[in-house]
């Protein structure tokens, strides 16, 4: 049975923009629990103006520490919004979505 909201969220959130897109890390906040080393995060980046969302649902394991959504020139001069989740990687586990807030690409 899925077991909604159930994993850790992410923590030490930071993001680095530059010419090739929005690259995030976090803090591995697993404890030492192995199962929760390999949840996958998941990322999205949205540019309000143009209504388009860029999107990673099985991104990097949360032991890796860092992922990155890469960005078109068309995405260049504009405002996105940020949020970051996990999966379990057995997809029976989701976490709450944290709100990184905006960037500029």
Request: glycine share 8%; charged share 20%.
């Amino acid at each position: 049975m899925f077991n909604l909201w159930s994993l850790p969220g992410a923590t030490g959130v930071r993001l680095k923009v530059d010419d090739v897109g929005v690259h995030f890390s976090w803090t591995n906040n697993t404890a030492g629990d192995y199962m929760r080393a390999h949840d996958q995060v998941m990322l999205m980046v949205y540019n309000v103006e143009d209504g388009i969302a860029h999107y990673e649902t099985s991104g990097a394991k949360r032991s890796r520490e860092h992922e990155s959504i890469k960005l078109s020139e068309s995405d260049q001069g504009k405002t996105f919004h940020v949020w970051i989740a996990f999966i379990a990687e057995d997809r029976q586990a989701i976490a709450m979505s944290t709100y990184c807030g905006s960037v500029f690409f």
